[in-house]
């Protein structure tokens, strides 16, 4: 009997749509992770008519949008972006950690991959630096990640 090991890393995507979703609060720093993700969805060969961008007014709408893109039988997986950063009151924490549960389930439920692009920092700097900046473009590594997913899915099930 051998191993079977299976990854993401290459392999054919199926066919159907991603959908890109991003909140508008934080604007700067959530269209600089959109454009990211766009161009790596793009770069791996997505067409305009496999991506869906859906732009929503703050982190919390981020739940709702998702659970109705995943209702769509040919969307394949969502990339999901936004920016909460620490303000005065524990208010942040409170939306991270609803977000972030309700955007895991939603996954997990629907079986379908998602990239989580939800940005929990404790500055404005900290944030430009991720959706960008030194430490990288967020928006770039939550659309890789669902590519991966997508990937390995399919090389998957056509191995087992």
């Not at 793009?42 to 961008?53: C, F, H, M, P």
Request: charged fraction near 20%; hydrophobic fraction near 45%; aromatic fraction near 4%.
């Amino acid at each position: 009997m051998s191993l079977s090991v299976f990854d993401g890393m290459k392999g054919a995507l199926p066919s159907g749509r991603i959908a890109v979703i991003a909140s508008r609060y934080n604007e700067s720093i959530c269209d600089a992770m959109l454009q990211g993700a766009v161009s790596t969805l793009q770069e791996a060969g997505l067409t305009d008519e496999q991506l869906i961008v859906v732009r929503v007014s703050g982190a919390w709408e981020l739940c709702w949008a998702t659970a109705e893109v995943f209702q769509a039988a040919d969307v394949l997986g969502a990339v999901v972006l936004g920016a909460v950063i620490k303000g005065e009151t524990t208010h942040d924490e409170h939306i991270n950690r609803a977000v972030s549960c309700s955007l895991m389930e939603q996954s997990v439920q629907a079986g379908k991959p998602l990239g989580f692009g939800l940005l929990t920092c404790n500055t404005v700097d900290q944030a430009l630096q991720r959706s960008g900046g030194n430490v990288g473009n967020k928006g770039c590594e939550a659309a890789e990640a669902v590519l991966e997913c997508l990937r390995l899915r399919e090389n998957m099930v056509t191995s087992l």
